[in-house]
Structures are given as C-alpha cells and as structure tokens.
C-alpha cells in the first residue's frame, strides 16, 4: 500500500524541504517509487530538484483549484529520479481562492486518489505555517515527519505543534499518526545540541527516530545545483545519513 507522508513543522529552517527532497531521491536509490509534492508556494523543493519553477505549464495551485488535471501537473525530476507535483509563487492564492469552496481541506487528497497506486511513497512538504496547505496535506497523508533542529527553542514549538496535529487529525484524518520525529542540522560537538537531543528522547520516546541528519555543507549545496545531495556527492555524511533514514521508515513500516 502507498506510504503518504506529510513533513511538517511550522518553523521555517529545520530541514523540510532538505528531507523531502533527499529522502525522496534515497528512497528512488532503494528502487521504490516516490511522488514528491511541494506544497510550499517557496518552491524550494520544486528548486531543489532541478525545475525551474518559473517554467511550469501548470502547478499545484491548479491542481487545487481544479484547473488542472493531476497528470498536466506531474513531471519526472530527473535528477532525483522521482516524480514530482511542482509549485510556485501561485500557490500563495490557493488559500484565498479556496476559501468559499466544498472540500476544501480535502483537495489534495482527492486529486492523490488516482496516482497513488503508481508509487510506494508519496512525500509532501509542507510550508512552514499551519494554513490551509498544511490540512491539504495532513488530510492526504497516513503519517507525519516532524523535522526538529537540536536547538533551544526547538521543544517548545513542538508540544504545540503535536497537540495541534492530534486536533486535526481527529477532525479531518482520524487515521494520522506521528510516523516519527527527525533530528536535522545535528552537531555533536555543540553541548546545546545534546542537551536537546537528550530532552527530546525524555519527552517523545520511541517516537524520535534514531538516524541523526548532520549538518552538512553539501546537504546546503546541493539545491543550487538543483539536485539532491546523493546526485551531487554521493559520498558525503549527508548522503549517507539520509540513505540511513530511508532504512529505517522501511524498516519501521515494515516494507
Ligand atoms: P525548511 O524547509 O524547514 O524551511 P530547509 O530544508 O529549506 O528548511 O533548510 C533550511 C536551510 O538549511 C537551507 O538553506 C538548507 O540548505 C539548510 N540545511 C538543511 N539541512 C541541513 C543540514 N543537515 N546541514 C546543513 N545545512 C542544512
Ligand atoms: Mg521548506
């Protein structure tokens, strides 16, 4: 069954966009079939994965808006090897346009319905604001990647951030669960960072992943060169740790 995940976290810089994209290319590199949806209107992982986002024929605003039918919307990132479902600056409308409109929450979900049985992953990623995007994509996923950077304020925007996921899913996705919580930009030799690691583990138990993503200079680099970092050195500590998250959500799902 297809595996939908939303990456979420209403901070901006923690690493969303950087996951769904990387985890996405390890998941390609694992021979599994990934649609990745940039559900930010920053189209940074449409960026990240080599489109010009100023190109697109049609995008996730028109998917939304039922403009555009799911594959005028659909292309092929090569340099990820997955598919992708790319947005731009459009997306911003989505909100207000969507606002008078049935189902609204729901958009995303029903446009999924007649792709997913193509792919054993979809990964959504997420803006980083708890609008009408995000619903869209919690309503569309079974589980939630929570990106978390190890640093001071990191704990207390997330207790909120979970009591809201649990507020929709019990109202719009009953079935949602936490799939796990993802420590990004990790830096071992920062004592603050362990510190937070340490409380999160307290807090959140079993629900803290265990693959550990570094900070990374090529993870940073790789979008510039529109491609993930496995593409664009293969090798370095970034590529690994997320080949490494890969294997443990398969494993984790059992898949
Ligand atoms: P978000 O999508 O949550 O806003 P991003 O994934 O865009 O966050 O990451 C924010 C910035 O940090 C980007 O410039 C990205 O390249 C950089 N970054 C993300 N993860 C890492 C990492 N592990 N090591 C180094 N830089 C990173
Ligand atoms: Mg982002």
Same mark, same amino acid.
């Given at each position: 069954?297809?595996k939908?995940?939303?990456v979420t976290n209403?901070?901006?810089?923690v690493?969303?966009?950087?996951?769904?994209?990387?985890?996405?290319?390890?998941?390609?590199a694992?021979?599994r079939?990934?649609?990745?949806?940039d559900m930010d209107?920053?189209?940074? +992982?449409?960026?990240?994965?080599?489109?010009?986002?100023k190109? @697109?024929?049609?995008?996730v605003?028109d998917?939304?808006?039922?403009?555009a039918?799911?594959?005028?919307?659909?292309?092929?990132?090569?340099?990820?090897?997955?598919?992708?479902l790319? +947005?731009?600056? /459009?997306?911003a409308?989505?909100?207000?346009?969507?606002?008078?409109?049935?189902?609204?929450?729901?958009?995303l979900?029903?446009?999924l319905e007649?792709?997913?049985?193509?792919y /054993?992953?979809? @990964?959504i /990623?997420c803006p980083?604001?708890?609008n009408?995007?995000?619903?869209?994509?919690?309503?569309? +996923?079974?589980?939630?990647l929570?990106?978390?950077?190890?640093?001071?304020?990191?704990?207390?925007?997330?207790?909120?951030?979970?009591?809201?996921?649990?507020?929709v899913?019990?109202?719009?996705?009953?079935?949602?669960?936490?799939?796990?919580?993802?420590?990004?930009m990790? /830096?071992p030799?920062?004592s603050?960072?362990?510190?937070?690691s340490?409380?999160?583990?307290?807090?959140?138990?079993?629900?803290? @992943?265990?693959t550990?993503?570094p900070?990374?200079?090529? @993870?940073?680099?790789a979008?510039?060169?529109?491609?993930?970092?496995?593409?664009?050195?293969?090798?370095?500590?970034?590529?690994?740790?997320?080949? +490494?998250l890969a294997?443990e959500?398969?494993?984790?799902?059992?898949?």
């Open positions: 069954m297809t939908i995940f939303a209403q901070k901006g810089g690493g969303k966009t950087t996951t769904c994209v990387n985890l996405a290319a390890s998941l390609v694992t021979k079939k990934v649609l990745l949806v209107p920053q189209g940074h +992982a449409t960026l990240g994965s080599g489109i010009d986002k190109q @697109l024929q049609a995008s605003y998917l939304l808006m039922g403009e039918g799911i594959e005028a919307v659909r292309i092929t990132a090569e340099a990820g090897g997955y598919d992708l790319p +947005a731009n600056v /459009d997306l409308g989505a909100e207000v346009g969507l606002i008078n409109e049935p189902r609204r929450e729901r958009r979900a029903e446009a007649s792709v997913k049985k193509d /054993d992953f979809v @990964l /990623d980083p604001s708890l009408l995007l995000t619903i869209n994509a919690l309503t569309a +996923a079974r589980g939630v929570v990106p978390v950077q190890c640093e001071y304020y990191a704990l207390e925007g997330l207790t909120s951030l979970l009591d809201t996921l649990k507020r899913a019990s109202s719009v996705n009953p079935g949602l669960e936490i799939t796990g919580i993802l420590r990004t990790y /830096d030799r920062n603050l960072t362990q510190d937070v340490n409380q999160l583990i307290q807090y959140f138990e079993r629900q803290v @992943l265990g550990v993503i900070r990374n200079i090529r @993870l940073a680099e979008p510039s060169h529109g491609m993930p970092v496995l593409s664009y050195d293969p090798k370095s500590k970034g590529s690994l740790a997320y080949l +490494a294997g959500i398969l494993r984790r799902n059992s898949l």
